[in-house]
């Protein structure tokens, strides 16, 4: 099935229909929309210049003057009209699709401009589709958007956006994500863009043609691009194995797993016995869904209570909606949100570095590309932080960190994890892990043990596959992902090890500036001191600036060797450090699209997001910047600005990569802060890090009674 949706703003002239006729045959169109033809009459002979060839029928709605006008055409062949649907503002067709004999209904749209004509049609349409049940699909030009991040230079949700937005989900429309770009109409400078054109289409349609995506195609002789409605099934490759909780109760399987993993005879390391144990069940629990997952299915009907708590769980899982413990749980409901997560995330076009990809080989290739070369270090001399002075962890705190796992640490370790979670390339989630934990504890602690006398992981246990989750609404640019890596659990438990070992130690080599991830302090506390700051320097009229920096991509760009001197620096010993650089340095990648993942390739540099250890080592680089606005303030190269009547210096907060800097507005301290961005471009250069935003932060003064913060605690007393 291949709808396309095209205002031409006027079909007059030759140019215009012979483009779409090219149009329609490189696309194959087999249903056309086309909005505002601007003509009062349309006959056969017209039809016949745009469609191209003679298998065609149609129907037409005249324009009024110069204003509107919609006409349909349509592969006669395929689509057999049976009614003529019409409104003020729409003309569309109910009949019959395909050899199966499909019933569809098929509305062609022009909106209104006035907002009380949309209302109206929007009514009308409502009405009309509550009264017919069935496959629909509504194209054309809306002329409206959903919410302010379909209109470009947009500023929060107005009544229009609201109203729309009411009517997709009063109808019981979906609105498909749009694939190629973000805007389908452009004034003539270019400067102010939306999203008014689109396909909406029924849960029922979505059920017959689940592939459906729609396109927006180049903008060429119109200030609207065409958007195209196809259902494709693209093939993106093998899918890697997942294990699902569901198939924990159904019987025989805790067996399966149990008779497998003790028949399973590997000699050698730990770590190899763990990773061939985990690849022999994994390959008896391929063979076993196949088998008898399917044969569950075929018995729901005898056995529906327990197989709907199946299904249920398994939805669950692959919906991500834990809140639905509290919630509607349903198959249905669940089937629906995992169809809507899944056309959500789904990448069929992607630009890369002003390149637009498209293609499962082209776009799979680019993406491994793209992340292979963010996360290859550039071998270039660093200066470094030798004068600076920092804190540092003593003997016993070494001793701690380093101390043998006890098998009650690791068990902890693990029932910490998410049960639940996206696996990694393994495949197991740790409700695998927890569920068979006498069976597989002792490979796993013996795995735990082998890392902490050798210091080395086995090939492949440190493999991660990198997901991308949208950051903006219809994202188009890779910038616009979000990347999280998904890790496998052998190599997670030692993450999950390490960190609660690490968190430990953090506040005692850390600044009281720092408010993230340290025990016992928080980010509130950071905002409760930085409104305090504000509000005396309003308060007393004291000239004083402030400015926010954060750094682009932070995990991504943070240098390993930095990382280990940062590491030296606040005293870690030799075996720990030796520890986070085979977790680091073992990492392997692999880029997940759309399901199946691409090329697998090697880092190094920067921290993986889904790492338990990830946010603690990075608070270690970050303590470099720390150290150098100390070292700063010592020197008299920077002065902060003082609160209460004692007279506390506040020159920084941080918040992870966010950082906040005050100072007195005196000429030195702006001369010194603008001296090439200092301090923040000399410690993005020693962590490897991007300058990303300077902003201008206000607020409002808040009580700060509940605050925890060292920083806090000396304003309190003052």
């Known amino acids: 099935m291949i709808l396309l949706s095209f205002n031409v703003r006027g079909l ?39 469609w191209g060839k003679e298998d065609f029928d149609w129907i037409a709605k005249p324009s009024r003057g110069l204003s509107g006008g919609l006409l349909c055409i349509w592969n006669k062949k395929i ?21 199966e004999g499909v019933p569809v209904y098929i509305i062609n749209i022009y909106s209104p401009c006035e907002l009380s004509g949309k209302r109206a049609l929007w009514e009308e349409l409502q009405i009309l589709i509550s009264n017919r049940k069935g496959n629909w699909v509504l194209g054309g030009d809306f002329n409206a958007v959903r919410s302010s991040g379909e209109r470009a230079g947009s500023n929060g949700l107005s009544r229009e956006m609201k109203d729309f937005d009411s009517f997709i989900i009063g109808a019981g429309l979906v609105d498909l994500p749009m694939a190629g770009r973000k805007y389908t109409w452009y004034n003539a400078n270019g400067q102010h863009m939306s999203r008014i054109d689109r396909f909406l289409v029924s849960e029922d349609w979505l059920l017959r043609w689940y592939d459906v995506k729609q396109w927006g195609l180049n903008r060429t002789v119109s200030d609207h691009c065409p958007v195209l409605l196809k259902n494709e099934r693209v093939d993106w490759g093998p899918k890697p194995f ?12 805790k067996e399966l797993i149990r008779n497998t993993w003790n028949s399973t005879a590997v000699e050698g390391w ?17 063979e076993w869904s196949r088998n008898s997952v399917t044969e569950m299915d075929r018995k729901i009907i005898e056995a529906e209570r327990v197989i709907a708590q199946m299904d249920e769980r398994g939805e669950k899982q692959k919906s991500r909606l834990m809140w639905l413990k509290e919630g509607d749980a349903n198959t249905k409901f669940f089937h629906r949100c995992v169809a809507g997560r899944w056309r959500k995330n789904e990448i069929n076009s992607i630009q890369i570095n002003g390149e637009h990809h498209k293609g499962v080989g082209e776009i799979k290739e680019k993406m491994a590309d793209y992340f292979e070369q963010l996360f290859k270090e550039d071998k270039w001399q660093r200066p470094k932080l030798d004068g600076i002075s920092f804190r540092q962890i003593g003997e016993a705190d070494n001793e701690l960190l380093i101390s043998s796992f006890s098998e009650e640490e690791i068990k902890n370790a693990v029932w910490d994890c998410d049960s639940s979670k996206s696996p990694g390339p393994d495949g197991f989630n740790f409700n695998f892990v927890k569920c068979m934990w006498e069976d597989l504890k002792t490979e796993i602690v013996g795995f735990i043990r082998e890392f902490q006398d050798q210091g080395r992981l086995v090939r492949g246990s440190n493999a991660s596959f990198i ?32 960190a609660n070992r690490l968190r430990k130690v953090l506040d005692k080599v850390i600044g009281e500036q720092q408010m993230a991830f340290i025990e016992g302090r928080q980010l509130v506390d950071g905002v409760v001191i930085a409104n305090e700051v504000i509000d005396e320097a309003k308060r007393k009229k ?109 020159t920084h907060l941080q918040f992870a990569d966010d950082t906040i800097f005050f100072g007195e ?31 201008f932060p206000s607020g409002e003064a808040i009580e700060g009674s509940q605050c925890g913060s060292p920083c806090w605690s000396l304003l309190k007393r003052s």
């Open 12 to 50: 007059g002239g030759g140019g215009k229909r012979r483009h779409i006729r090219d149009l329609i045959l490189r696309e194959k169109v087999e249903f056309l929309a086309v909005q505002e033809t601007k003509l009062e009459v349309v006959d056969r002979k017209l039809c016949r210049m745009v």
């Open 79 to 99: 689509f057999k009209m049976e009614e003529v649907l019409e409104g003020n503002h729409f003309i569309g067709a109910f009949g019959l699709w395909g050899e």
């Open 242 to 253: 997942k294990f699902f909780d569901a198939w924990l109760q159904v019987p025989g399987c």
């Open 270 to 286: 730990y770590g190899f016995k763990l990773k061939e144990k985990l690849k022999s069940v994994k390959i008896a629990l391929k």
């Open 467 to 498: 997901t991308l989750i949208p950051k903006v609404e219809n994202p188009q640019r890779i910038e616009e992902y979000r990347p999280i890596s998904l890790i496998g659990v052998m190599y997670k438990i030692i993450a999950k090890l390490l």
């Open 542 to 650: 004291k000239s004083s600036f402030l400015f926010k920096v954060d750094f682009e991509k932070a995990y991504d760009k943070v240098c390993w060797d930095f990382l280990d001197y940062m590491l030296m620096r606040l005293g870690f010993c030799n075996t720990w450090r030796m520890w986070i650089q085979e977790c680091l340095q073992s990492s392997t990648v692999s880029v997940l699209v759309n399901g199946s993942p691409s090329r697998q390739f090697s880092v190094s540099k920067g921290l993986r997001q889904g790492d338990p250890l990830s946010p603690f080592l990075f608070l270690l680089v970050a303590e470099g910047l720390n150290g150098l606005m100390s070292s700063a303030v010592e020197k008299e190269q920077f002065k902060g600005v003082t609160v209460g009547k004692d007279a506390v210096m506040v």
């Open 665 to 695: 507005a005196t000429e030195n301290n702006i001369m010194t802060a603008g001296k090439a961005k200092w301090p923040i471009d000399y410690a993005a250069k020693k962590g490897n890090f991007h300058l990303n935003t300077w902003e």
